[in-house]
């Protein structure tokens, strides 16, 4: 990377040229980079459970996506919705792998230390963090996906860089600044590529971070710009104020990150640890996760509790057949039952549990020390019991245990169950072993698209979209669910938002442009609809499915 040298002419009007600042040793980049560092470390040992060897696995496959979340990545509906903004800052110090890690270590020791040069440490450390936050917030607009990374941050120090070899050119020596700019280019190329190839990575948190950091190279002179005018006392004190703003977002955030891994204690859901256990005398049996104390009831008929301190708490009922009692009355009455407790509802839903269809009810209360999410479950047996299952954390926290509630309300059934190769039960089963099942997941919400349970299809597919993000079938399948459901789960605009991410992943497949060319005509497109079918019927000749569409496409145009 080029240094900024003496000028090569006299600055312009006779000005005299200004001294060379006195070089100082950068010290805020190496600490940047350290922390870094041992932020990676920290995820790869909480993903591998302390343990050696799931360690190093994490660290070259890089951690999964719980891990990240609990860590402190960027989340959409964290930040939002449980007003965890602290995330902005801290997802700035977590890669994906160990390959993301070290391009952004490269760019930052290549960028850091010259910025820091340039335009001293605190200017620097304001230019670095408003840039970590100012990509988290156009990632936070644009992209719905978990994203991590210091590329927001770093795409700031590469726009500082490119407003000092324009509006500050005087200052380097010609023959650099062609070398400024082809450094500048072969990194940020590398930053994009990975944005575009590896999972967690935002193009978008790049344009936020290299808008901010422009504005501030921009109100933030360099060094040798201060020289040349003297700097109102008032600026320099904002500078400060500025500087120790900029240290105290970033511990306070690095601190809350700590914090809400260390508290989450969700490492058994990353790991997907569960252990199949019966109870009941043998009658019932469930997959639960390993490490949960178990409580028996204290009387017949009475709550199977599972609980992890600071976790969560799974309690299981069997209710006996009565007459006249179905699953939606049991729930309403447990649900009437929590609100005289002060409890709030949320939301109510049919869901399916395996091929038996329950009711979902969502509540929550407040508290001394923040607000409980509780979630009720009851569904009917084949023996005619009512099941009724209460899966109850703190509200921070449900996102995280939102998929180890599903696993383990999927995973029960009356007796010892034998291993059912059809319906939903292979899928759960699969799941209970490997949470990141993401076929899975995609071949769940076909069975129940099949089945008509559309909420609990759109449910699977974007799990499965948000554990991997560009799983082109994933995409596809929730376009065409969203295209054709009926309402209220028809939604013709995020269909076709969905149909162009599949088509994005795997472009030119004639499958995902058909698909395409259905959420266009739902959406009220017919034209676009006709191009997307046309050129899937070009890719596949052969197929007379794409041909039959352009038909039918073709007939609804011309009677418009």
Known sequence: MATPEQPAP?????ASAAPRPARRAPVAFPVLIVVCVLAFVATCLFAGGLRLVPTLKAAMAGPDLLTLIACGAKDRQLIVDAAEWWRLASAAFLHANIVHLAVNVYALFALGSLI???WGTRRFLIIYIASAVGGGLLSLVATPSVSVGASGAVFGLFAALAVYSTVYRRFLRVEHRLAVWANLAVIAAINVALGLAVPFIDNAAHAGGFAAGGLLALVLRPVRARQLGREHVGATMLV???????V?????????ACWYGWSADVVLVARGQMERRTVSGGDFSLFVPKGWSYEQPSRAGGRHVFRRDGVGIISVVWVPPRQAIDAATFAASAAARY??????????REMLVGDRAGVEVLLRRRGRHGGERIRLVVFPTTAGRVVHVTCLCAERRYRLLEILFDKVIQSIEPRLPVPDATGAQEFWQRLAEDPSDVEAYVMLAAHYRIEGSHAAAEQALRTAIKLQPRHADAHDQLAYLLATAAPPHRKPKLAVASARRALDCKPDTPRYL???????????EPA?????ARKAAALAPDDATYADLVKRLSQGKRQE
Not at 10 to 14: N, Q
Not at 339 to 348: N, T
């Open 10 to 14: 006299a600055p312009p009007d006779g």
């Open 116 to 118: 820091e040069t340039l």
């Open 240 to 246: 400060h104020v500025a500087s120790v703003a900029a």
């Open 248 to 256: 105290v977002v970033t511990v306070w955030s690095l601190g809350e």
């Open 339 to 348: 609100r005289e407790e002060g409890a709030e509802p949320v939301a109510q």
């Open 514 to 524: 058909a698909t395409l060319a259905i959420a266009l005509e739902a959406a009220g």
């Open 528 to 532: 676009q609809a006709l191009d997307a």
